[in-house]
């Protein structure tokens, strides 16, 4: 099994800043070490946001995020990190952090979830 627990979340005004955080732990963490990033807005599909392989030199963004959102890890805390910028009102949904065995697993669709965090970006 693998726990992911998202932190970070809160409200910013548009065009300002947030990063949230997931930390991943469980005794089979290591065999689903590709991590990534989804978010549901209200009343929409979740949808892929950013994912990040277990060497942290494969990436891959969603267009509406691209050149906005940088996605990151660090593997001594088996913690991946979402910095948001240049936030806008669009953007508010609840984000939850994702793990699988590969990257392209966990843009397709990954087997583990975390809970969630609020994202609310005020106009």
């Known amino acids: 099994q693998v726990q992911l627990v998202e932190s970070g979340g809160g409200l910013v005004e548009a065009g300002g800043s947030l990063r949230v955080s997931c930390a991943a732990s469980g005794r089979t963490f290591n065999s689903y070490p590709a991590m990534g990033w989804f978010r549901q807005a209200p009343g929409k599909e979740r949808e892929f946001v950013a994912a990040?392989?277990?060497?942290?030199?494969?990436?891959s963004y969603a267009d509406s995020v691209k050149g906005r959102f940088t996605i990151s890890r660090d593997n001594a805390k088996n913690t991946v990190l979402l910095q948001m910028n240049n936030l806008k009102p669009e953007d508010t949904a609840i984000y939850y952090c994702?793990?699988?065995?590969?990257?392209?697993?966990?843009?397709?669709?990954?087997?583990?979830w975390g809970q969630g965090t609020q994202v609310t970006v005020s106009s």
């Open positions: 990040i392989d277990w060497s942290g030199t494969r990436l």
């Open positions: 994702a793990a699988d065995v590969r990257l392209q697993v966990v843009v397709d669709g990954p087997r583990y």
